[in-house]
């Protein structure tokens, strides 16, 4: 069996570790920066060194796949290409109540938990997270690190962009065409038209209320 860290110890890091010891993944530990874990547990696992720490032959000897279920995507996007690069596995994981019809294409880290929907004629990328209880309808792309939280329902024919961070509740109308890359979409948001790149969209109907400078 692989021996498999996650990085990040926080609370989704810790959700993460209950659904993958669930499904049979030999967990060893955490990884990460923050000083004031070195040297502890979290609920029961230990937290084995720093982010730095991987590229340790010391750790690569004894750790064969990493899990990344961080939310900023940058960051989960970075860490995960640069760590298969050093040879580890980047798996994804897919809860056991997801439903995904078969000709859908799914990249690598993928992440899903329980109660998602996707529907069939879909692409989704690398590097990505959905909560729980979210429903992809069918001709959708979702671009490499996107995050979707809980409740997020995204109509056909839509392409979510890179880095997309999609916020609870958030539903995107059928003939929208693109929310865009680097965009937040603040929770419970209802889209009606396209949302540009970098925009920062709240309310019903979707309203930018800034942007940020790529």
Known sequence: M??????????????????LKEA?????????????????????????????DLFLEDF???????????????VRAEYLSTLKKEGYGIPGFLHHTVSIAPD????EAVYMLAGNIVMPHTTIGNYIMINM?????HHVTLEDG??????VNIGALINVRENAYIGMGVTAMTGVKEIGKETLVGAGTVIIKDVPEYATVVGNPARVIKTKQP
């Open 146 to 151: 996107v995050f979707m939280s809980s409740g």
């Open 24 to 52: 049979g993944v030999n967990i060893i530990g955490f990884i990460d920066d923050n000083p004031d874990l070195e040297n502890k547990e979290v609920i029961g696992i230990p937290v084995l060194g720093k982010y730095k």
């Open 60 to 74: 690569k000897s004894k750790i064969q796949d990493v899990y990344c279920p961080i939310g900023v995507n940058s």
């Open 2 to 19: 692989k021996n498999a860290v996650i990085i990040g110890a926080g609370t989704q890091g810790q959700v993460y570790a209950s659904y």
């Open 133 to 137: 209880d979210s429903t992809i309808a």
């Open 104 to 107: 859908v294409t799914i990249g």
